[in-house]
């Protein structure tokens, strides 16, 4: 039905069925384009520079002008494996794990509990959606060490669940969710199903979930970079350096102390190989953040 | 209904930790049953550090030792806090010296004076002081020690004619000298990020931050000699002839790369910094002696350094203690960390042992390096680290900016980490004289 | 406001809810409960410290909230960022908006690469990219420095404390354009074509279409990425964190949560930190639940 987006200019995607297809225009719209292609290099500047680093040796790093790559980049690689037996690698597994298994699972939660909240009219409705709201006002740090110790005492520390578990609940989430459920999913249907005799689980399963797809991708892509890139969590709830995340890696390797030179090379090298995964992902994904409302039936 | 359940879970869960957070922490045990395998867990950041703990473990089948990679810092000392009162501290675990009183006053770090009466000779007495803060028991062994030494490029030094300075005085000359000959250079920075090196700068003045008697702690942060380092190193940035950008930034690297800064007052285990920030410079480096105050003088002070400590609430002490002992006593181990970890043991055996034969790889022009260094070793300034020691550090890193970004003088810097230290140790308890 | 299912039963939305509730009580008000707790308590010291039940953990009652209300450092903090939030968030939406509206124009080109590009920096965490950017700041290993002092300028300080203010908005701005932009946009995809077809009939130029329908359209999503951003913004810390070791220019208290950060990681003073935390988290509750309810309605509006 929907090409993906692309910079033809004919057909549009997100479109109510029955609606004219724009009228086809040949030309670029110039000034727009430009704009964009600016923003595009400002925000690839420094992903750029990186790319360059990561290909100069150590000696060169601090030699040579910014811009100029140089042939390093495989030995860098190399010496990056080698660090403690490919100890890299393992971060990178564990950052797999930690984002993969812990976004499913929370996209998991925000869609079922954003569903309820918009689909569903109840008392404390309103009450209970402003509580979970107020969990994004609550930093990370000051959640760190209290969740720590809490952790401890059902002895859990310093496990891939200590880092896990804390991760499920994502107020945004719900958030997401519940504006996404409120829009894609049709009250008729659901009204419907339940006079076929659906169950109410049932009847998420196969009736708000199928609609709530793209909602749900996003949701699992947001909670996915969240943990990603969380340094504080892990950094306190993991001891043993081979359950590390990329980020609590890194920064080992940055935060050398005095009497040892910060690894330089390799973090950039590792920085550089970190954000490969995730625009893999993002490429992947892409087209489900495609807005289809409709699943045929009639809008609101 | 659901909400009388959460607030009746939230209750429950509350009352636990509560319960928990108020009891206060259980005791330590530790097996003499040497038949039953060991196993130890360690956090460290010494680099290679599990080629040398490899070492052990092959030759000590019953006690294994896995060591954890971790980042050095106040973070990591917090970590560590954070983890013994929670009840899972690592069983070994690497502490600064000046880290060692607030490792201690927390109860994590255990008293091991049983176990090490036959270690204390192998270390000089101000080293060893640092592990037993001047009391009779002993909470961690010395592993490494940092006195400090100026290292300095010997090839621009003689590209523009400079000599080596013997005192502070003349070092201030030189850094005029150097502005004028090469603008955009600068013989040296001052780090505000860096408490260590400028704690360092002030034992060398004979600075004695904290004292005990009897039971009260005496602070004196701000005394004459603190005030004058202070005083004479702002006296350099003010007037601009002394950079005053921190270290270890890539700015600094780069600065010691292209030769536009001259030299470094660091500490012996430099060549690592400089091997791996500014690898094309080999060769070109030597130390000298610190400047001294008084012509004559020998003199210096400590940057950094660390022991290896037990924690308290570890099961298997005495295991414990002994690798402890072995990976810093041990020939074999302590060759292992000078040339695995490139740190300088500050065990006696080992600084006239034959991994220190030779000069380290950077250095190679210079022959009597490690002689040089353990004879400079040998005039390092005793110290008593206080309990508070983060937090002096923390307020030297915003005073000390302030003073910079806003040229005020430097001594009212020290004024400020006087009054920090002193309020946090009042708060909490502290008896504390001043004076 | 959603219909009543025809035969929804009564207790069913209290169980679907029920796992996120359990976790919700555990991971966020259980600590927070925890924080609330430390923040009575205190440690008190008999004698020197060193030996072993030397250190006590005491109620102190109000003592550390006192300690925290009197602390001028805090309140300097807080205005900082505030004047910090209030360039940083107009900016970054503003730069946002006008990224999501261009990628809706009809004949733009290379829209999808635009998108993608200006969508990456989310994924890099926010050490890495103060990394990244202090690699950039700094005159010496700096490019931009190398290309300003080539072209005969003299070199531009990023660093100093005046300065230091937009080269973080900068990081912020860079890291989260792009996150706000996608959610722009997607509001916008959703928005019906039809409607865009009788203003193009009337004449009406793009910009127009963009200012009078396009924007007034999606008003819900801008004003929950407002209300999302200056949260996030009043919770700024990495960035000025990951900055601070380079230059003289930031202190270790630069916002309030570096603050929190250093009594609690540096300091090892748990209890003020847990009292600064819940005084901080007051001031953003009031605020943001203030601003939220002002816009309720706007931001609510589609949930019919």
Known sequence: MSTTLSTTPARRTGSTPGTAARPVRRGTALLPTAVLLLGALYCLLPVVWVLVAATKSRAKLFNSFTFSPSGSLFTNIGDLSAYYDGLYWRWMLNTALYAGVGALLSAALSGLSGYTLAKFEFPGRAFLFNVLLAGVLVPGITLAIPQYLLISKVGLANTYWSVLLPSIISPYGIYLARIYSAAAIPDTLIEAARCDGAGEWRIFRTVAVPSMLPGLVTVFLFQFVAIWNNFLLPFIMLGDDRKFPLTVGLYTMLAQGNTTPALYTLVLTGSLLSIVPLVALFLSLQRYWRVDLLTGAVKG | MKIHKAAKLLAVTLGVSLLAAGCSSGSTGSTTNTNEKVELTFWTWVPNIDKVVSIWNAAHPNIHVTASKQAQGDDEMTKVLTAAKAGNPPDLFQAEYQALPTMVSNDVAADIKKQTASVKSHFADGVWQQVTLGTDSVYGIPQDSGPMMLYYRADLFTKYGLTVPKTWDEFATLAATVRQKAPQSYLTTFSSNDPGWFAGLAEQAGSQWWSVSGSTWKVNVNDAATKKVADYWGNLVNTGVIDKQPMYTPEWNKALNDGTLLAWPSAVWGPGVLSGNAADTKGKWMIAPMPQWNAGDNKTGSWGGSSTAIAAKSKHIDAAVQFATWLNTDPQATSALVTQGGIYPADRNAQSGPALASPPDFFSNQTDFYPMAKQIADTAAGVTWGPNVNVTYASYKDAFAKAITSKSAFGSAIDTMQQATVDDMKKNGFTVATG | ?304
């Not at chain 3, 209030?86 to 690469?113: K, N």
């Not at chain 3, 932009?181 to 916008?188: E, Q």
């Not at chain 3, 359209?217 to 700024?236: E, H, W």
């Open chain 3, 1 to 304: 406001m959603s219909t009543r299912g025809r035969t929804a039963p009564k207790g069913v939305p209290y169980v679907f809810l029920a796992p996120a509730i359990t976790m919700f009580v555990l991971f966020l008000l259980v600590p927070i409960g925890y924080t609330a707790y430390l923040s009575l308590r205190g440690v008190h010291i008999s004698g020197l410290g060193l030996g072993r039940g030397a250190r006590k953990e005491v109620f102190v009652g109000l003592a550390n909230y006192r300690a925290v209300l009197h602390d001028g450092e805090l309140w300097r903090s807080a205005l900082r960022v505030l004047v910090y939030g209030g360039v940083l968030v107009p900016s970054m939406l503003l730069l946002a908006l006008l990224f999501a509206l261009l990628l809706d124009v009809p004949r733009v080109r290379l829209a999808r690469f635009s998108r993608i590009a200006i969508f990456l920096p989310y994924a890099v965490p926010a050490i890495i990219a103060s990394l990244l950017w202090g690699f950039l700041y700094l005159p010496s290993v700096s490019p931009g420095q190398y290309l300003l002092v080539k072209a005969g300028f003299s070199p531009v300080d990023l660093l100093n404390p005046t300065s230091i203010y937009f080269s973080v908005i900068n990081i912020a701005v860079w890291g989260g354009v792009g996150f706000n932009m996608m959610v722009m946009f997607t509001a916008l995809r959703a928005v019906p074509q039809e409607i865009y077809e009788s203003a193009r009939i009337d004449g009406a130029s793009e910009v127009q279409i963009a200012l009078r329908i396009k924007v007034p359209m999606i008003v819900p999503a801008l004003i929950m990425t407002a209300v999302f951003s200056t949260i996030a913004t009043l919770q700024v810390f990495s960035e000025p964190t990951a900055l601070r070791p380079l230059t003289n220019s930031l202190s270790t208290t630069w916002t309030p949560l570096m603050k929190v950060y250093q009594e609690a990681f540096a300091r090892d003073d748990i209890y003020s930190a847990a009292a600064t935390s819940i005084v901080l988290a007051a001031m953003t509750l009031v605020l943001s639940f203030g601003f939220l309810r002002l816009v309720q309605k706007r931001a609510f509006g589609q949930d019919r």
